[in-house]
């Protein structure tokens, strides 16, 4: 009788709770949505704040996405581990006194010490930074999707069983949080604006999850399994185990080199972050989904579509380098192939998924190989390639993962076939790139090859070798004088005729011909006829005391003449080590001026020289198509005005591929009441030949008068003042507003 009453006490709970199913879903989708939307937006927030203090580097965001994971891999073992110890219906009492502690944090904000000496290793201080100003509350944040899954698990509702669709619904939440960061959240508020916002979210949070630890606590205990109880699931082997961390760590490390790839060569900016951030978490939507219309079929013959076009658009960029492709393109292409490869991945690890008993532990071993690919990207690649070898790597391994045929067919040329035929492409490609000549378009005919390995698609080795014959093509680069990778970027010297052409990435930062007679003569952008030769024309007995924010080959020492001093500030120590060496540029080695090089971030640096030091300060650090917008902002051109003598002026190199940067330069001239003109400098077909370069200049100064020399050359214009945007400040900025999307 006692039993039957029990059973009869639990049937009527489960009615209860039965019929308030869609409500408990309801909350529990909400909990995990708002955790996992506050999980992506924190992490681009505060990868912003610390781009200042290291420089805008790119590198900021790869190393940031690995200690987010790392965190992550840390919130997931929490999860796993508390649940198996405390149970149910114990954990829930545990997990919100953790959720409280970060209260006491926030709102986020970096420590005054946020930049790294000059005897730092800049890796470890931004890890150690990110772990003080965004450790705690990361942490905290991310042990809740796993845990209210597992709760939801245990709530009675018919659902339970298979609780992995709220895995889907996270991810959602994560995706609408990053989209919402560059077009909602960056555009509109100030940093410190932001961080408010995220603590009363946060808040909300706490209150939801509050309310499904009520939810799972008032579950009868006849509804919950006990903690004791044998595991119905059978432990996971570990040759299982293996392969899921191993298939986790591919697409981690494709998007983390898709975000290096974009991030180095368009912009260091929250938007080229978010979207390949947001393509890999898609990715999970689709595949962890309680319904998909896409099969593994059709998403594997969408990997060779978006593989080839990868591989297309790099040859493009190898073989003609004067086609420059619109920036939109190369976000569509690289950020499709992204999203089709991880999704192919992703669909085998969710086809794969254990039962709910073991969810805690999957996510963990995701998260693992999810640590272990973006570590690989982000910190070993760079000290191990001198270029970004290891993005068309990670290509290349999960293209070995497409459903299909790998035995070899009987005989002994069809055994082979799948390594001779790419090996065929290669050698063929090498030897007709030798054969065309490299000036016109003719060597684009080569983009032949990408149909030759369109017909491997039905074989998964041979395609994938075959890709990877078409990336290694791309990225064997021209021989080089040096060869150099650093936390700020790949660095290379290459010799062109008579010419030393040096390279940050694809964007080229000099030039110097050592023909007889042409050595110390500035080229590309710094031509003596040019904007800033002309600057130099006008102005330059009085310019006793020079400052230039950015070295690169060091062409502007060749301006120097005897008793004046020009002082660089440069970030990167490869970048100063090449621009001294003789046997690269002679600029720097040859000055008349006396030249000195100070290694750190230039606006850093530049707060150490005494008041009034300089007649002319040169921001060159924006030809580069990753911009250091700390240096474009209302507070820094208060620093180099505070720098400046009386009558001095201050000229800014804006050449871009991908940004127009006169707005904003002319936003900050009208709130701190400065006049300038600006230049844009089409060289003639001669000069082009001779080494000239197409290049943008803007100079401005406190006195209007002090202008007149350039104004009565013809050839410089006012400065456009801005579209009435807000102007950039170290708290806002609006990389939207200033794209060139064609």
Known sequence: MEAGSRNLAAARAGAAIGGAGSLTLWLYGAAIFTGASLVFVIQPMVAKMLLPSFGGTPAVWAISLVFFQGVLLAGYSFAHVSIRLFGVRRQPFVQLVLLLLPLIALPIGLPANAAPGAGHDPNLWLLWVLAIAAGLPFFVITTASPVLQRWFS?????????????????????LLGLLAYPTLIEPRLTLTEQAQMWTIAYAVFVVLAALCAMRVLATPAALVPERAAPVAAAPIAWRVKLRWIGMAAIPSALMIGTSTYLSTDVAAVPLLWVIPLALYLLSFVVAFGRRSRLSLEAISRSTVATSLAVAGALLVIALAPELQLPIWLLVLVHGANLFFIALLVHRRLATERPPAERLTEFYLLLSVGGVIGGAFSALLAPQIFSTVAEYPLAIVLALLLRPGP????????????????????????????????????????????????????????????????????????????????????????IQDGPRH???????????????????????????????IGQVFAAYGPSFRRVAAVGLGSGALAAYGRPGERFTFYEIDPAMARIASDPRYFTFVHDSKARVRIVIGDGRLELMKAPPHSFDLIVLDAFSSDSVPVHLLTKEAGSLYLSKLRPGGLIAFHISNRYFDLEPVIGGIARSLHLVGLYQAHMPSAAARSAGAAYSQWVVVSRDPGRLAPLIRSGKWQPLEEGSGDPVWTDQYSNILSVIRWG
């Open 501 to 531: 052409v040096l390279f940050h990435g694809t964007t080229v930062h000099g030039v110097e011909s050592y023909a007889p007679g042409q050595l110390d003569v500035p080229l590309a952008y710094y031509t003596r006829p040019g904007p």
């Open 406 to 493: 790998f035995r070899a067919r009987p005989g002994a040329l069809r055994r082979y076939a799948d390594i001779l035929l790419p090996f065929a492409v290669l050698v063929g490609i090498l030897a007709a790139a030798k054969a065309l000549p490299e000036d016109g378009n003719g060597r684009l005919a080569l983009l032949g090859a990408v149909g030759v390995v369109a017909l491997f698609a039905r074989r998964p080795m041979r395609f994938a070798l075959g890709v990877a014959a078409l990336l290694l093509i791309t990225a064997i680069p021209k021989a080089s004088l040096v060869s150099d990778r650093s936390f700020f970027g790949v660095m290379r010297v």
């Open 154 to 174: 245990a709530s009675g509702h018919s659902a339970s069983r298979d609780p992995y669709f709220l895995y889907a619904a996270g991810n959602v939440g994560s």
